[in-house]
């Protein structure tokens, strides 16, 4: 089933149950604390706080979402995108657990021919929060899961809050078993990839008083209005209704891997088992090419540009994440010309605006890429007189400072410098690069706060910043 025909079953099935239609939000809602809107519910917050009344008690969306959280878990497992697109019911103080399972449970397992997903019941987990027995007696009842295959979980993974007083509740999710081929047997708690969330089902129940930290809070007492948020990740459906392994192949990602596997000459999947976690590198690259390209399109579709903060940089180093991978595969002429057009092609089905606005979102793109490839271009001749000097001067390590100096100021990543050394027989200082690194973050964290001028978002923008400067090197 196409990716546009189970959007499509989505929205119907929940109209045909009484649910508004919301078409999805920008990526960039005007959210203070939010950097781009991360989940289908986020539209939909004044409504949940009580600070607007909804046009409809019951609502259905496909909202596109980044979580850049997410950039390290990409290729690596089956099912992490930057960019997604999250399926949403919501129910504003009108239907509750009771519903939401019921409405779940009919359109996963009802068949292809009437409408539904028709997935296999036995192939079904579901997650609930430890202490929410409510929930279990309704799987039970309304589904005939059997106990065997419902999980209690803790707070870590089953209830939601906001991270601030207000609404909060457990949470119950759905996994699908993929079967042996995709690891041990034992449920969620043992194996995520085997057994693939989908479908996440917040019950909106309760009032917290004080949340000191995701597991610590202070329970106030029931909500006036008890609520729904629902959110399954569209790809994650695809990928099962598919049958293909992983979030990457589905019919809306795969064109761009493939047309990166014959622009390098790599052979995509053939090293590696069905299971994410032992892929070869060179498919996680070509995936990691693939969600990179497919972001970097909505994002500048809506509205974003490379940047040295925020946004921006989130953007800007994803474009250049894309583009190393393509030369760490073996392709050194410009990609995004090649790689960006297939995206739209696929995207444009659900997106039509992104066709007329390609003109602008590509020469975007195309202009980052070049200036990337001119950096490259600068660092390759510092490397090399750095290389040179080590070597003359009988050292086998190039200096952390030559690295550091390299990275921030020629914007040269410490992978590439890694591996270029090693070419020419030199490891590398990581631990001097580290230390350096580390310095200039506390300087530049320090000067964040000192410029703090109540501005929002400064502390959301550090954290991803944070997040994506750390571990992960373009
Ligand atoms: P996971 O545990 O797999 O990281 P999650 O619990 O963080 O997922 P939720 O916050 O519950 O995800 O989001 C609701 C749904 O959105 C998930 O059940 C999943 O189907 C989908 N989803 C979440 N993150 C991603 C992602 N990075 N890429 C694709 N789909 C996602
Ligand atoms: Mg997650
Ligand atoms: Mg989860
Ligand atoms: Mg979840």
């Given at each position: 089933m196409e990716t546009a025909e189970i959007r499509r079953r989505w929205l119907s099935f929940f109209e045909s149950k009484g649910h508004l239609v919301v078409p999805s939000a920008p990526l960039l809602h005007d959210d203070p604390n939010l950097l781009f809107v991360n989940a289908g519910m986020v539209p939909f917050k004044p409504y949940f706080l009580g600070q607007e009344t909804p046009p409809s008690l019951r609502a259905t969306s496909v909202q596109k979402c980044v979580r850049t959280q997410d950039i390290e878990e990409v290729g690596k497992t089956s099912r992490h995108g930057t960019f997604f697109q999250m399926n949403g019911n919501f129910s504003f103080g009108d239907y509750f657990k009771e519903g939401a399972i019921q409405f779940a449970w009919e359109l996963v397992t009802s068949s292809v021919e009437s409408g539904?997903?028709?997935?296999?019941?036995?192939k079904l987990w579901a997650t609930v929060y430890e202490d929410d027995d409510e929930a279990i007696e309704l799987w039970r009842g309304l589904t005939g899961i059997p106990m065997e295959r419902i999980v209690r979980r803790g707070k870590a993974d089953n209830y939601w809050h906001m991270g601030v007083p207000g609404p909060g509740g457990p949470c119950s999710e759905i996994y699908y078993d993929r079967g042996p081929a995709y690891g041990p047997e034992g449920g969620p708690a043992v194996d995520e990839d085997r057994f693939m969330e989908f479908w996440n089902l917040v019950f909106m129940q309760y009032e917290l008083s004080a949340v000191r930290s995701k597991e610590d809070f202070d329970v106030a007492g029931e909500l006036p209005k008890k609520n729904i948020d629902t959110g399954m990740g569209l790809e994650r459906i695809a990928s099962i209704l598919q049958g293909?392994?992983?979030?990457?192949?589905?019919d809306e990602v795969k064109p761009v891997l493939t047309r990166a596997a014959e622009m390098t000459g790599k052979a995509y999947?053939?090293?590696?088992?069905?299971?994410?976690?032992?892929?070869?590198p060179d498919d996680v690259r070509l995936r990691v090419v693939a969600d990179h390209v497919r972001s970097s399109l909505m994002l500048i579709g809506d509205g974003v540009t490379p940047g040295n903060e925020g946004r921006g940089y989130v953007l800007r180093r994803m474009l250049r994440r894309a583009v190393r991978s393509m030369r760490l595969l073996g392709y050194d002429d410009p990609c995004l010309p090649e790689l960006l057009p297939v995206s739209l092609e696929r995207m444009k089905q659900s997106y039509p605006e992104l066709e007329s606005g390609f003109g602008r979102i590509s020469a975007i793109a195309y202009a980052e890429e070049e200036a990337f490839r001119r950096t490259l271009a600068a660092g390759t001749t510092i490397l090399d007189t750095a290389v040179t000097r080590t070597k003359s001067s009988g050292a086998t390590t190039l200096s952390g400072s030559d690295a550091f100096a390299l990275h921030d100021t020629?914007?040269?990543p410490i992978d590439l410098t890694l591996e270029m050394a090693q070419e020419q027989g030199l490891e590398v200082d990581r631990d001097g690069f580290t230390r350096l690194m580390t310095e200039q973050r506390q300087r530049a964290k320090a000067d964040a706060k000192a410029k703090?001028?109540?501005?929002?978002?400064t502390t959301a923008y550090r954290g991803i910043a944070d997040g994506i400067g750390r571990d992960v090197e373009f």
């Open positions: 539904g997903f028709g997935l296999d019941g036995e293909v392994d992983n979030m990457y192949e589905i999947g053939i090293h590696s088992g069905h299971s994410a976690g032992e892929s070869h020629y914007g040269f703090k001028s109540g501005h929002g978002d």
